[in-house]
């Protein structure tokens, strides 16, 4: 029984300066990245496709640059035309099938199945359907339409230079346009 207590009390001390020694450590502290730049916004694109900035910041971990996340909703036959986002791009889709044509660049398409698709032929369309995802690099030339009955609904995340627009008009060759 002596024993048992010496073993415990020994515990116990060795525990107390464990956790003072770790205690004394240097505390590693992230940069806290801005708080959000502005309230949600509601941008309609073209007839039948609106854009909602859901959030956006500069993340420390990204000097000079932004971090959005937005929700577009394209309606029945709304075309978002063509353009470019200058900085990498992640959709995912919510609802509704959501076709996405590659103009320039490529693209590199996620489906539920875990299949992964590489699009790198000018004109090619994807549809992707709820829980597929679509990544392209900045400047990937691309459209995009609702080619559903009803709403097609995809969230997507940009991370952009602070000074650039989150999207640049191009023509059809995916040339941007002024």
């Known amino acids: 029984m002596h024993r048992a207590k010496i ?66 909703t394209l309606m029945p036959g709304g075309i978002g035309p063509a353009h470019v986002h200058p900085g990498m791009t992640v959709v995912h889709v919510e609802s509704g099938t959501f076709g996405w044509t590659l103009l320039r660049g490529a693209g590199t398409v996620t489906r539920t199945s875990g299949e992964v698709e590489e699009v790198t032929v000018p004109g090619t369309e994807v549809l992707l359907v709820p829980g597929d995802a679509v990544v392209y690099e900045a400047f990937t030339a691309h459209t995009a339409r609702g080619a559903s009955e009803g709403p097609t609904v995809v969230v997507n995340a940009r991370l952009l230079d602070a000074d650039q627009p989150v999207i640049i008009p191009t023509n059809d060759q995916g040339t941007p346009t002024p």
């Open 7 to 72: 073993k415990i009390t020994t515990l116990v001390v060795a525990g107390m300066a464990l956790a003072a020694s770790v205690s004394a450590l240097p505390v590693a502290r992230a940069a806290l990245p801005t708080a959000q730049e502005s309230p949600p916004s509601v941008v309609v694109i073209a007839p039948g496709v609106v854009t909602q900035t859901l959030s956006a910041g500069m993340p420390a971990s990204a000097p000079g640059q932004r971090l959005a996340v937005s929700r577009l």
